[in-house]
């Protein structure tokens, strides 16, 4: 089975494209779609649309979804981040909205040997940057391979005796890991926003019977997005970040 993994998209539709066409999920693929579908990015509805239309196998919510959706209140963002997800509000269609509403909260179970969630498997909102957190959320998990956004970081972490083992991706095209053996908890990068200094969109593919994750990056219209969000008025700082990859 392969799956495909897009996660923290952000709004970004020409991500969520330039994704896609490198990807090319088949009819027999599954899409995983981690959460974080909209916020910061300028095209939520476009991007809610394309992502349906892809009837992907698994799609969790995200803390931005839940906010713009009007699920929670947007008191644990930054000014940037609130001004952003307002915007979002306003824009979303009925529709997008009540989709988004009704996105499940994480951890899901995709098979016997995969679960997605968008922080960590014992709360959706908390991040994994270190080997402790990682740690914290490997012992929460309840398959083999966790799969988890949120960060906007690619990272794997593997369990092994008794200790956790970090695996940075280098900045490549396409990193793979090997999962065969063992307990991990893999981050395939932001879609929309990555935060690695490396601007290009991040996605995962998972191939179950290789026991393989490889995480690939792949260049973007990043001024088209650009320029959409200055029309839109987002703050010029998220407009910024974009093409610096922080
Ligand atoms: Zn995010």
Redesign the pocket.
């Known amino acids: 089975m392969r799956y495909v993994v897009l996660?923290?998209i952000?709004s970004n539709l020409e991500a969520l494209e330039a994704v896609l066409a490198e990807a090319r999920p088949e009819p027999g693929d599954g899409v995983l779609v981690l959460?974080?579908l909209v916020?910061y990015g300028p095209d939520p509805n476009a991007v809610v649309t394309r992502l349906r239309e892809l009837q992907p196998l698994a799609v969790i919510r995200?803390?931005?979804d839940k906010v713009a959706s009007g699920l929670e209140p947007a008191t644990r963002f930054n000014h940037h981040a609130r001004t952003a997800v307002a915007w979002t509000a306003d824009v979303l269609t009925p529709d997008s909205r009540h989709y988004l509403s009704e996105l499940p909260a994480g951890p899901v179970a995709i098979d016997d040997v995969v679960e997605i969630c968008h922080g960590t498997p014992f709360d959706e909102d908390v991040y994994v940057f270190d080997d402790l957190d990682a740690a914290r959320a490997l012992r929460s998990a309840r398959r083999r391979v966790c799969l988890f956004?949120?960060t906007?970081l690619a990272a794997a972490f593997r369990l092994a005796d008794g200790g956790v083992r970090a695996v940075v991706p280098r900045r490549t095209a396409a990193f793979r890991v090997d999962v065969g053996g063992g307990r991990w908890i893999v981050n395939c990068g932001?879609v929309g926003?990555p935060r690695d200094g490396d601007w290009r969109a991040a996605w995962g593919e998972v191939d179950t019977l290789c026991g393989r994750v490889t995480i690939h990056r792949v260049e973007y219209d990043v001024e088209a997005t650009q320029a959409k969000m200055v029309a839109a008025g987002l703050p010029e700082l998220l407009v910024e970040r974009l093409k610096l990859g922080r």
């Open positions: 996660s923290d952000h959460g974080d916020g995200g803390n931005h956004g949120h906007h932001a926003q």
